[in-house]
C-alpha cells in the first residue's frame, strides 16, 4: 500500500526554537496533506490542510505564525513549530490522499508521528 | 454538530477472545465510515473503509459492520492476539470535503 513517511520519529528541541517536521509521500502525489496533533490519550486533532503551491489552511484556534506549513512539491510537506515551548510538546501527525485518482472514499494514509518534546 | 463517538473507552480481554467496538456518528451528509488502528506512538494504519452502501467488511481478523440508517457502526476483533493490543479509532468523512471527523477511541489491551 502507499507510504507516508515523516522524518524525524522524534526531537527533543529547547524552548525558543523552532523545529521543522517532513511529511513525505513516498510513491504517490498528493496535492493534499493534513498535519494532526495529538496529545496522550486523546484522538487526533486537525491543525492545517496543506495545499500543494498554495497557502495552507488552518483550523480555528490553530496559529498560522507559530505553525508554519509549506508544501512545495506533490510529495513533501513541512510543519515547522516556531519558537517552541514547552506546551507544544505534543505528537504530530501528517496524512496524505493519492491525488490524480482519488475521491471522496480515497484512502487517507497517515505517517508514522513525530513525538516533539520541547524543554 | 457533526460528531462521532465511541464506547468503550478501553477495554481489557484475554487473549484468544473476541471483542466488540462501538461506534456512533451525528455526521450529515455521509460520505464513508474508516476504521483505523493506532499503536502506541505510531500514526493510525487503516482496517476497513466503509461507504453508505456497504454494511460489512472484513479485513483478516478484523469485521466492521456500518448501519447507515441509525448512524451506528461496530469493529469485531475475533479470535484476539496480543499484538491487538492498541486504539481503535472511528473516523467519518462528512461530505466532499477531505476532512476526517475522529472519534476518541476505544483502547484495547490484549492480555495473556
Known amino acids: 500500500g502507499a507510504v507516508v513517511s515523516q522524518h524525524p520519529s522524534w526531537v527533543i528541541c529547547k524552548s525558543g526554537t523552532s523545529v521543522k517536521i517532513e511529511c513525505r509521500s513516498l510513491?504517490?502525489?498528493?496535492?493534499?496533506m493534513f498535519w494532526y496533533r495529538q496529545f496522550p490519550k486523546q484522538s487526533l486533532m486537525l491543525m492545517a490542510t496543506s495545499n500543494e503551491g498554495s497557502k495552507a489552511t488552518y483550523e480555528q484556534g490553530v496559529e498560522k505564525d507559530k505553525f508554519l506549513i509549506n508544501h512545495a512539491s506533490l510529495t513533501l510537506s513541512t510543519l515547522t513549530v516556531t519558537s517552541a515551548h514547552p506546551e507544544d510538546s505534543s505528537f504530530y501527525i501528517c496524512?496524505?490522499?493519492?491525488?490524480?485518482?482519488?475521491?471522496?472514499?480515497?484512502?487517507?494514509?497517515f505517517g508514522q508521528g513525530t513525538r516533539l518534546t520541547v524543554v | 454538530k457533526n460528531q462521532v463517538e465511541q464506547s468503550p473507552q478501553s477495554l481489557i480481554i484475554l487473549e484468544g477472545k473476541n471483542c466488540t467496538l462501538q461506534c456512533n456518528y451525528t455526521v450529515s451528509p455521509f460520505s464513508n465510515l474508516r476504521w483505523y488502528k493506532q499503536d502506541t506512538g505510531r500514526g493510525p494504519v487503516s482496517l476497513t473503509i466503509?461507504?453508505?452502501?456497504?454494511n460489512t467488511k472484513s479485513n483478516g481478523r478484523y469485521t466492521a459492520t456500518l448501519d447507515a440508517d441509525t448512524k451506528q457502526s461496530s469493529l469485531h476483533i475475533t479470535a484476539s492476539q496480543l499484538s491487538d493490543s492498541a486504539s481503535y479509532i472511528c473516523?467519518?468523512?462528512?461530505?466532499?470535503?477531505?476532512?476526517?471527523?475522529f472519534g476518541s477511541g476505544t483502547r484495547l489491551l490484549v492480555r495473556p
Open positions: 473516523v467519518v468523512r462528512g461530505d466532499s470535503s477531505y476532512k476526517l471527523i
Open positions: 466503509m461507504t453508505f452502501s456497504e
Open positions: 496524512s496524505a490522499r493519492e491525488s490524480l485518482t482519488g475521491g471522496v472514499n480515497t484512502e487517507a494514509f
Open positions: 510513491d504517490f502525489q498528493a496535492t493534499t
